[in-house]
Nanobody
Framework: QVQLVESGGGKVQAGESLRLSCATS????????MGWFRQAPGKEREFVAG????????RYADSVKGRFAISRDKAKMTVYLQMNSLKPEDTAVYYC?????????????????WGQGTQLTVSS
């Protein structure tokens, strides 16, 4: 059973930084490509960032490119999303997801497993 546990959400001011974490098992960490998605109230779930299981391929949504960074820590079996220069429009529930694909996929329906989500609220 694949389990993904997100943490690190909270309330921040615009311009501040925050880091989200997604903890998983060793097996999941080693064979799954990982992605971060977000969903704001009344909006569809959207891709934020993804990293291949080998860590060599990363991909970002245009809206976060240059501000967010995704990374993996093999020793901790954790995937991180470092978010800088946060904006009110980044406010959403952020989800970690795992995909058996080799390459990063931006389509949420192609991911096999999901975490419970963590709320980020950015105030102006």
């Amino acid at each position: 059973q694949v389990q993904l546990v997100e943490s690190g959400g909270g309330k921040v001011q615009a311009g501040e930084s925050l880091r989200l974490s997604c903890a998983t098992s060793e097996l999941t960490f080693n064979i799954y490509t990982m992605g971060w998605f977000r969903q704001a109230p009344g909006k569809e779930r959207e891709f934020v960032a993804g990293i291949s299981w080998r860590g060599g391929d990363t991909r970002y949504a245009d809206s976060v490119k240059g501000r967010f960074a995704i990374s993996r820590d093999k020793a901790k079996m954790t995937v991180y999303l470092q978010m800088n220069s946060l904006k009110p429009e980044d406010t959403a529930v952020y989800y970690c997801a795992a995909d058996r694909a080799v390459a990063v996929d931006a389509v949420w329906s192609r991911y096999d497993y999901w975490g419970q989500g963590t709320q980020l609220t950015v105030s102006s």
